[in-house]
Nanobody
Framework: VQLQASGGGLVQTGGSLRLSCTPS????????VGWFRQAPGKEREFVAT????????YYADSVKGRFTISRDNAKNTVYLQMNSLKPEDTAVYYC??????????????????WGQGTLVTVSS
């Protein structure tokens, strides 16, 4: 499975972006999909995840209330809507797919497939 993340760009503080994650060679509905991010000089960290059915979502505390993860299995795409962006949200954002449940989905090692990343830059 190859994942394609897109939608990154440059935005001012308080602005919004919507990231998309689309797999090739498979249906996204088969997997739990997560978003992670990695800022320069920092470790890759969990942002959000959504179950294969879309009925459950989980968020890092740092983005809760500002970011929304969703999926449209008919379009074979998972989205990350990011609102009220802050400079500290600046990072390369990666989508990942795998099989996990509960708090296991917060861990990078729970995901088998990764996209190439899309850069989000929030200017102050």
């Amino acid at each position: 499975v190859q994942l394609q993340a897109s939608g990154g760009g440059l935005v001012q503080t308080g602005g919004s972006l919507r990231l998309s994650c689309t797999p090739s060679g498979s249906r996204v509905s088969s997997y739990v999909v997560g978003w992670f991010r990695q800022a320069p000089g920092k470790e890759r960290e969990f942002v959000a995840t959504i179950t294969s059915s879309g009925t459950s979502t989980y968020y890092a505390d740092s983005v809760k209330g500002r970011f929304t993860i969703s999926r449209d299995n008919a379009k074979n795409t998972v989205y990350l809507q990011m609102n009220s962006l802050k400079p500290e949200d600046t990072a390369v954002y990666y989508c990942a797919a795998g099989y996990c449940s509960g708090y296991g989905c917060y861990r990078r090692t729970s995901y088998d497939y990764w996209g190439q990343g899309t850069l989000v830059t929030v200017s102050s």
